[in-house]
Each structure stands twice: as C-alpha cells, then as structure tokens.
C-alpha cells in the first residue's frame, strides 16, 4: 500500500514501513501522522511479528522539519510519536539506509534495534543551531555509546559512519543491502526476537568521567548555553529517572529553541543555503568543467588555496618566479601536512596523497592546459594586471582566469586580457584551507556559466560561496574597513585599545580589532593606507605612528600590545597609552570616557550601516549574505549570526535611531543607508 509519504509493505511476519518524503525525509507532521499510523495497524495485525522502519533513496531521515521550529508543531510531536513505538507490543527495527541526523537519529533510538547499511551515518547536529537534542537523544544514546562518547557526538556534531556505530553499539550490524537486512531480520524472528527498549538499558559509570570531555566544548562556547545544558543533559542519563530526564529534555529544548543564541544559528542555516542562489542566474545555466587547476603565487596565501584544491582531490600546479621561493612553499605545504597527520586530523596516507597532487613549476607556460588559473600575487594592480595578461597568452580558451585580490577592482584586471568574460573573483580569506567562507566577486563582463562554476567551485572545496560585486573591499572588507576605523576613532576621542577589544571579545569575537591588527602585522595595514591614498575621516595617525616607531605587531614583539618573551597574548603598554594621546592631543581632540556600550554600538552599527549600502547599491544580494561572509570569513560567532541578524535582534528601528544621531553628532561617514530606513519604517524626512 502506498500512502502519501510512506510506502507499507507485508512481508512473511514483517511490516514495512518505508518513508518516502524527498528530498531528506524530514519529520514534519503529515509524515509523523503517516508513520504513526502505520505503526498501529501493524501493532493490530496479528500475522506481523516485528515493524520495520526504513526510508527509500540514500537518506534514512534529515531529522526534523526545521521550520517548525517558528511556525509552530502539531500532533503528534516527534516524542510522541517514539513513545508509540516505545509502547508497542512488538519490536521496532530500524534499517537505516542513510543519513540519520537529528530527530532522524533519535527515531531511530526510539527503535528496539538498529540495523544499519553501508551508507548509514548518524548525527546529532543540533548544538550547530544552538540546542541539543529534544526527543530522547541526550538519554538514549549514552545508554548505547557510554556517557563520555555520547556527550562527545552531542557536543561535536559529528557524523560516524555505519561501522562505527557498530562499534560504539549503537548498530546491531551492518548489512550489504535492504534485502540481506530484511533475511537477517526474519530468521531473528523465527528465534523469537525479544524486545528491546532502548530507554530500558541501565546506566554504568560515572557522571564524573563527562568533564574532561566538555572542558574544551565549554571554554570555546564563550557562554553559551547549549554545550552547558548538554552535558547537564548526559549527566541525568546517569542518575535521574528516564521519564523525568526525558521530560526535563523536551521541556529544555523548548527553552533553547526560543533564545538568541539559536534563533541566531537557524538565521544562518537558512542564509547559507540562500546564499547559493543568484537571482538573475537561471538554475539551469551550464558549468564549466573543472579538473586541473593552476595557482600563481607561492606565497602563504597561494600555498594555501593550492591546498584547498588538493585537499578536494584536484590536481595542483603552483607557479612561483624562483626556485628557492618555490622549494620553501613546497616544503611548507608538505610541513602542514604532516602536523595535520601528528594531531590525527588526517592519515598518512592522505597527507601523502594530498601532497602528490600539488606540482611546481617555475615556468608560467606549464598552466596551458588547467581548466582554472588563479592569481595570488602582491596586492599590486600593476602586478596583477601583468599576470592576467600573461595568463590571457598562456591559457586555453575557456579556461577560468581568476584573481584573488581582496580590494581591487576586478573590472580593470579583466580588462588587461582579451577576454574579460573568462575573468572572475575568488577572494579566498586567510588561512585559506581553513577559512569557510568564498567571496565570488563578478565582475561586468564575467560569462554566466563562469559565474556558476565558480559558485559551484566553492562547494567542492567544502566552503560558503558568496556572490559579490565590485567595490572597493567587496563586501567583507568593505565593511571590516568600516569597522576599524571607528575603533581607531573611538581611540582618538577617549577609548583605549584594550577597553575596545575588550568589549567585542565579550560580545563574542575571539579577538578585538586591535588585538587583529597586531596579528596581521602592523606593516601590512600602513602599506595598504598608503596605496588607498588620503582618506576622510583618517583616524589611523596611532597606527601609522606605531609602524613609524618599528612596531610591528607580535612579530616584533611589541605594536598596540606588549608581547614579552615571544607571548601570543599581549599586554597593556603606557608607551601606546601615552602615544594615544599624544595624537589625540595633536589634532585638537578632547579625550572623554567612552563607555562600553557606545563602543560595541559604534563598531556594530558601522559594519550594519555599511552593509545596508552593500545590499542597496547591489554589491551583495541580500543582507542576509553579510552574515554568512562575517561568520565564516571574519570569525564572528555563529551564536550572534551575523552583525545584520544582531541589528535586528536589537531591533532595526533602534540602530536605525543610533545611526541618526551619530550622523548628526559625528559626522558624514554615518550617513544612514536609505534602505536601512526604509527597513526599519523611518521615513527619510524624519530622518
């Protein structure tokens, strides 16, 4: 019998139930109903023994049906439909033919037994949207894997594959197909196959063994709640009532699900997945092939983005003018490879594997036959416009010419070539096989189905494609430009670095911009300014005297911070306390107490300002896309979402409010975006 979103089957003593809900199979209530319905009228037919619960394709179940999550739910809930399981007559076996993430899983620990197929992987992702399971996941799992693994998968989010949740005993087994699944089944049944309620499994060790587990997930969560209520989850698994446990769960998952953290991280979910759309680009628009890839620059940006490619299993060619620059990058690739392979995040047979793919060449003529040349050269338009005009000679026709400048305009490195349709963007952040996040920045002439490949590329390298305009900055930059200049004119009137970084690291950056810039170099910012010419309002006479008087950050030991004995975390230094002052002094500023909250709004406020500018003038799709460059490109926390999503959590129309004012009291640079009023219902003539 075929239903809507399930198919039922009778076989020998066997019911069937598949589901059937593409793409994911996601439990939302008409498939729960269907499931639930099923289940009774096989727990009411004598001549079946045993229910089974499966799905068709190569998904078991996605888990939950995300949107819920702010609609609102209808019977039966997830929970509600376990328990029917739970409460049967006869045994439940799940036969996982895929994907079991969620709600997905926790159906499946609602299931007497699991039998899992080649393709089956299991997941909790949940603390990616800021909650932890809420339907038996956080009691149940420990009682299969044991409490410190448990709370590990919980905590990480991970997806194990079939084998090893055979090992940890969550599966049963793992069989080849559906058909050797369903024969193993039925001679269970003929020796009389017990039940086997996973809730009914008793408890051993000691809540204790789950600290030194969470230590780490705790001091990264910066104070967020869900990793604090998960391993206070695990812990009752150990001493407290299933029924209670369970019920203080769902009770706790309702709770998360409604606050900042998580309204935040469901936000970002849906915007990265929106950020894959282009408007005006037909869904249908052909790819380009990609299977050999050039990159020019062996410099530590060029090394990197080599690695992405490698570490997607693409062919590499790296191109340097020198032999020994190219040995040393050669040589540094390889010396990452092997520290990923000693902290156990790859085998040595991939390091090497890797390593194989990745060629180099001294002679810019051996790219004549990759399919995608990227440049990676000094951020120099001069530079860069010479080996776009070599790549043009060099390269076959259709292959991708791509720049990875992070502020240059695109349009002008097209134009050195001869065909500007084959020109695109790939601004990669730094480091670049780390970094998620992909800037595609379109340039006026890049073909359609260059457009399109690029996106796609970005995916197979495993990281968030963004598709941008061109400007001076892009998006990212742009506004990350923005906001630094306001620390350093918070620093003018009053503030002092570390009160500024202070105050964005317990918002929840992992570092300040201050402390940023101490990182990345002094010297690296002056040259910049210098290229960029004058700029109204500068604000950056601190910095730019801090490189004059040779500090250049943690490299020399000394730039905003004092660095003592080679520290990677600085301290205040009175020398910059006075030199601050000095400039204040100079240009006829004077100093006041900044509070704490003027700077986080000031810094903040900018970033959205400027973004709101960005969507309006066309540069970037939507707002929505700026939080998904800022998460995965500038080390935003995910639970804030963004700095669009934490404007509108405070409410549009009170920045809109705040940007006014500072417009009118500090000057043309806050000049608000028309469609930030337009937004937050402010009319420009109230403005």
Known sequence: MTNTLIEQEKRGALGIIRMNRPPVNALGYELRSQIAEAHAAFEADPEIAVTVLTATGRVFSGGADITEFNTGRKHPYLTELITMLEEGQKPVVAIVNGIAFGGGFELVLGCDYIYALPGAKFSFPEIKLGNIPGAGGTQKLPRLAGGPKALELILTGKAIPADEAVALGIAETVAADEAAALARLEKAVTDDLPRRRVRDIVMTGSPDELDAVAEGFLRRSRGAPAEKTALEAVRKAYDTPIDEALAWERDTFQILNATPEARAMRHLFFAEREARKIADLPKDTPQRTVSSVGVVGAGTMGRSIAMCFADAGLPVILVEEAQDRLDAA?????????????????????????????????????????????????????????????????????????????????????????????????????????????????????????????????????????????????????????????????????????????????????????????????????????????????????????????????????????????????????????????????KGITRRAVSDDEILRRCMWQLVNTGYQIVEEGIAQRVSDLDVIFVNGYGFPRTRGGPMCFARETGLEQVARDIIRYHAEIGPHWKPSALLLEQAGIAKGNV
């Open 330 to 586: 050669l040589a540094a690739i390889a010396k990452t490879y092997e520290a990923s392979r000693e902290k156990g995040r790859i085998s040595a047979e991939e390091a090497s594997a890797r390593m194989a793919l990745i060629k180099g060449t001294i002679t810019l003529d051996d790219l004549a036959a990759v399919d995608l040349a990227i440049e990676a050269v000094f951020e120099s338009m001069a530079v860069k416009c010479s080996v776009f005009a070599a790549l043009d000679k060099v390269c076959k026709p259709g292959a991708i010419l791509a720049t990875n400048t992070s502020t240059l305009d695109v349009n002008r490195i097209a134009a050195a070539t001869a065909r500007p349709e084959d020109v695109i963007g790939l601004h990669f952040f730094s480091p670049a096989h780390i970094m998620k996040l992909l800037e595609v920045v379109r340039a006026e002439k890049t073909a359609p189905d260059v457009i399109a490949t690029a996106m796609e590329i970005g995916r197979r390298l495993g990281k968030h494609s963004v598709l941008v305009g061109v400007c001076d900055g892009f998006a990212g930059n742009r506004m990350f430009i923005n906001f630094n200049r306001e620390a350093q004119i918070l620093i003018e009137e009053g503030a002092l670095p570390w009160q500024v970084d202070a105050v964005m690291t317990r918002w929840g950056l992992a570092m300040g911009p201050l402390a940023v810039m101490d990182l990345a170099g002094l010297d690296i910012g002056y040259h910049i300014r210098q290229a960029r010419g004058p700029q109204t309002p500068y604000p950056f006479t601190a910095a730019d005297r801090l490189f004059e008087a040779g500090r250049l950050g943690q490299k020399s030991g000394k730039g905003w911070y004092l660095y003592e004995d080679g520290a990677r975390r600085g301290t205040p230094d009175p020398e910059v306390e006075e030199l601050i002052k000095a400039v204040s002094k100079e």
